[in-house]
T-cell receptor
Framework: DQQVKQNSPSLSVQEGRISILNCDYTNSMFDYFLWYKKYPAEGPTFLISISSIKDKNEDGRFTVFLNKSAKHLSLHIVPSQPGDSAVYFCAASEGNTGKLIFGQGTTLQVKP | EAGVVQSPRYKIIEKKQPVAFWCNPISGHNTLYWYLQNLGQGPELLIRYENEEAVDDSQLPKDRFSAERLKGVDSTLKIQPAELGDSAVYLC??????????FGEGSRLTVL
């Protein structure tokens, strides 16, 4: 069973507009959520995270929103830039297990 | 500061042959992870080490996969014998504390 789901395999947006990537999870024990970005032939790199005690975390152009009641989080990128084109993975962990469960990824394409 | 180093980057072998992947984590990172990433999927945890101890190897197919982390620094993941379905990217990651993982570039395995 997929505990972390990214239901949109791909997303295409125009440069300068907002990109919204979504992620749903099923395990209510998850208390820490992260977004990773991956370019081809590279490993995933950490982008932004949020603890379950918060509902929003912002870092420059990137904002992550957490809706615990809906078990849903989203990543907003604004404004989107062509260099943001990559695969974005949502990940979640429970307590101090140190184990990250990843979603399937969403491929973002930002068109100039 | 050097990142997580993995080798080889690419490996092509015939089925039933053995293969080994090496990982050197970021200096000072006690926790080391091996993840498997199939095409179009998110990374899936194979094994997690805290120093020399494998604290989570529940997802490691122990009939053909083995791993070690001698002296609590670098690690080796071995597959013997390899099967066609083992073709994937093998990612190593390390962390200083639970939460943010730093990934290497991965080792892409092709089994013919």
């Amino acid at each position: 069973d997929q505990q972390v789901k990214q239901n949109s395999p791909s997303l295409s947006v125009q440069e300068g507009r907002i990109s919204i990537l979504n992620c749903d999870y099923t395990n209510s024990m998850f208390d820490y959520f992260l977004w990773y970005k991956k370019y081809p032939a590279e490993g995933p790199t950490f982008l932004i995270s949020i603890s379950s005690i918060k509902d929003k975390n912002e870092d420059g152009r990137f904002t992550v929103f957490l809706n615990k009641s809906a078990k849903h989080l989203s990543l907003h990128i604004v404004p989107s830039q062509p260099g943001d084109s990559a695969v974005y993975f949502c990940a979640a962990s429970e307590g101090n297990t140190g184990k990250l469960i990843f979603g399937q990824g969403t491929t973002l394409q930002v068109k100039p | 500061e050097a990142g997580v180093v993995q080798s080889p980057r690419y490996k092509i072998i015939e089925k039933k042959q053995p293969v080994a992947f090496w990982c050197n984590p970021i200096s000072g990172h006690n926790t080391l992870y091996w993840y498997l990433q199939n095409l179009g999927q998110g990374p899936e945890l194979l094994i997690r080490y805290e120093n020399e101890e494998a604290v989570d190897d529940s997802q490691l197919p122990k009939d053909r996969f083995s791993a070690e982390r001698l002296k609590g620094v670098d690690s080796t993941l071995k597959i013997q014998p390899a099967e066609l379905g083992d073709s994937a990217v093998y990612l190593c990651a390390s962390s200083l504390f639970h939460g943010e993982l730093f990934f290497g570039e991965g080792s892409r395995l092709t089994v013919l």
